[in-house]
């Protein structure tokens, strides 16, 4: 028998959190985001489940070709663009959409042979300066992608970086409104925190990545209260226990202590699974749906937990990390991180178990 560590990816609940999505953004149409193996999920999988999206948006070509490749016919956007010159035969001969965000891209595509028309996205540097164009630049990169002859549609974008903070967008969506005012074209601003709190960042192709799969993108309102479901849930079991006094410690640094007699469980997983190391003791988990919390350090295979309190666990009792009945984003929040990181770091020896 293999190690009893697995992923559950729910279909049924991608397909339900991008009706959310559509719900929220009724007259946008949706990219799903699918960067990083679908944030984890599985790439191929996930593209399935979300079968009713308007395209697919990702980083690397190499998904991009791997889907196309499944016969996805849709629209597949790549957000970074392409890298080098050879990458262009590539978005002619897959139909891929870049994201173009620097001069050097321009000037490779104006010196490329593009055997077919594309599509681009230009992108706008409203204030988060990661990618993007900003003042006399913008309408160079414009005028560049309308006067390529091979260039079909191009749709202006940007990103906000703090849809989901204290900042929110206003400041960045009127930077974003005046620099492409003589601009005519369709345009796409939104992921998951702009498009549920911001409609006015709409427009017409949002970009939800998060939500998809069903974490909130937010640190003050849960998944639950935006109405998505889990799509990931990692489970285990237990594979020993351990009787504890007073005084007695756990586990590497001895970074947990017994102030009194106590029971713990070790569990088949560790931050070689993608659980992140840094979660303190008193990081929730479920066992057989009852909730209790970590203790000591997480090792590399094996993660203590508290089971005082559950005289029924034993050998082989299942237990949940993160996922139904316990939120990614709680976990993530415990050990400091985000559910994106989470989902994203799912390592490849988990077992991926895809399920209705
Ligand atoms: C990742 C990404 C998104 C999706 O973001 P979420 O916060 O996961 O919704 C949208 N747009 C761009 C450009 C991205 O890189």
């Keep these: 028998m293999p190690r009893p560590i697995q992923a559950t990816i729910k279909a049924s609940a991608l397909a339900h959190n991008l009706s959310v999505a559509r719900k929220a953004a009724p007259d946008a149409k949706v990219w799903a985001v699918v960067k990083a193996n679908a944030y984890g999920h599985g790439l191929v999988a996930a593209a399935r489940a979300l079968e009713q999206a308007d395209g697919y948006a990702m980083l690397d070509f190499e998904e991009a070709i791997r889907l196309r490749l499944q016969g996805v016919k849709k629209p597949i956007l ?5 890298f080098k010159a050879q990458d262009v035969p590539l978005l002619v001969e897959y139909d891929l959409t870049p994201v173009v965000h620097t001069l050097e891209q321009i000037e490779i595509l104006e010196k ?44 202006l974008m940007t990103h906000f970086a703090d849809a989901d903070g204290v900042s929110g967008v206003a400041d960045q969506l009127e930077w974003f409104n005046s620099l492409t005012q003589p601009m005519q074209g369709p345009r796409s ?55 504890l006094q007073a005084g007695e410690r756990v586990g590497y640094g001895f970074g947990f202590e017994a102030t009194e007699e106590m029971t713990i469980a070790v569990i088949a997983c560790g931050y070689a699974d993608g659980y992140p190391r840094l979660a303190p003791t008193g990081t929730p988990v479920l066992v057989r749906g009852e909730r209790t919390r970590t203790i000591g350090r997480v090792s590399m295979d094996m993660i203590c937990i508290d089971v005082t309190a559950l005289p029924e666990a034993y050998i082989g009792t299942p237990v949940t990390l993160w996922g139904e009945g316990l939120s990614a984003d709680e976990v993530a929040a415990s050990a400091g991180t985000l559910s994106y990181e989470l989902l994203c770091g799912l390592a490849a020896r988990v077992p991926v178990v895809e399920v209705p």
């Design 189 to 243: 601003l939104a992921n998951s925190a702009a498009l549920l709190r911001f409609p006015q960042t709409h427009a017409d192709w949002v970009r939800p990545g998060i939500m998809l799969y069903g974490c909130s993108p937010f640190a003050d309102q849960d998944a639950d209260d935006l109405g998505l479901k889990p799509v990931m849930t990692l489970t285990t079991e237990i594979i020993a226990l351990q009787n």
């Design 78 to 82: 790549l957000l970074e663009g392409f």
């Design 112 to 155: 490329a042979t593009l055997a077919k028309p594309i599509d681009a996205y230009l992108k706008v540097n409203s204030g988060m300066n990661r990618l993007g164009f900003t003042v006399d630049n913008v309408r160079i990169g414009w005028n560049a992608l309308h006067g390529h002859e091979k260039i079909r549609e191009v749709t």
